[in-house]
T-cell receptor, first 113, second 115 residues
Framework: DQQVKQNSPSLSVQEGRISILNCDYT??????FLWYKKYPAEGPTFLIS?????DKNEDGRFTVFLNKSAKHLSLHIVPSQPGDSAVYFC????????????FGDGTTLTVKP | NAGVMQNPRHLVRRRGQEARLRCSPM?????VYWYRQLPEEGLKFMVY????????ESGMPKERFSAEFPKEGPSILRIQQVVRGDSAAYFC?????????????FGPGTRLTVL
């Protein structure tokens, strides 16, 4: 039973446009959500997070939206840049789980110049 | 400030051998997490350790796998009698606290290949 799902294995967008990456979860206990970016042969790098008490968090070109009733979150990248091309992982955790994160399978984003 | 270090970066073992993966957390971090990534999949939690203690090993296979984080030195993930299915990338992450809001910093991973 996969508790965090990223249903789109890949996404291709044009430079300057918006990239929207989606993530769904099933465990109602999750109360903290994170996005990581990963380049080949490197470890994941933390990008942005959101607590379940919020529905939006913004950091520069990156915005994460959380819809608790739909158990859905999304990452928006505006404007997209070729350097954003990477695998993006959605992850979730909850307070009593001491930082242990459950990851989705990732979405490969390609930003074309 | 050096990041999370993992070595070796690549490890090749034959079936039945032992694999030892090392992780040196960021300076000042006493919380270490190990994750495994199979091809085309996300990272799967294996074990969470805090200096000299295993806090959560719910993701560790019951047999052949063990982990430690001694008072001095790196954290070690040990896989005995490796099988082909153990071939994966193993990532270690560290943080200054076990709270989920505290950023975990990942190392570059060790890619284990079992022949």
């Amino acid at each position: 039973d996969q508790q965090v799902k990223q249903n789109s294995p890949s996404l291709s967008v044009q430079e300057g446009r918006i990239s929207i990456l989606n993530c769904d979860y099933t465990n109602s206990m999750f109360d903290y959500f994170l996005w990581y970016k990963k380049y080949p042969a490197e470890g994941p790098t933390f990008l942005i997070s959101i607590s379940s008490i919020k529905d939006k968090n913004e950091d520069g070109r990156f915005t994460v939206f959380l819809n608790k009733s739909a158990k859905h979150l999304s990452l928006h990248i505006v404007p997209s840049q070729p350097g954003d091309s990477a695998v993006y992982f959605c992850a979730a955790s909850y307070n009593t789980n001491a930082g242990k994160s459950t990851f989705g399978d990732g979405t490969t984003l390609t930003v074309k110049p | 400030n050096a990041g999370v270090m993992q070595n070796p970066r690549h490890l090749v073992r034959r079936r039945g051998q032992e694999a030892r993966l090392r992780c040196s957390p960021m300076k000042g971090h006493s919380h270490v997490y190990w994750y495994r990534q199979l091809p085309e999949e996300g990272l799967k939690f294996m074990v969470y350790l805090q200096k000299e203690n295993i806090i959560d090993e719910s993701g560790m296979p019951k047999e052949r796998f063990s982990a430690e984080f001694p008072k001095e030195g790196p954290s070690i993930l040990r896989i005995q009698q490796v099988v082909r299915g153990d071939s994966a990338a193993y990532f270690c992450a560290s943080s200054s606290s076990g709270a989920p809001q505290v950023t975990q910093y990942f190392g570059p991973g060790t890619r284990l290949t079992v022949l």
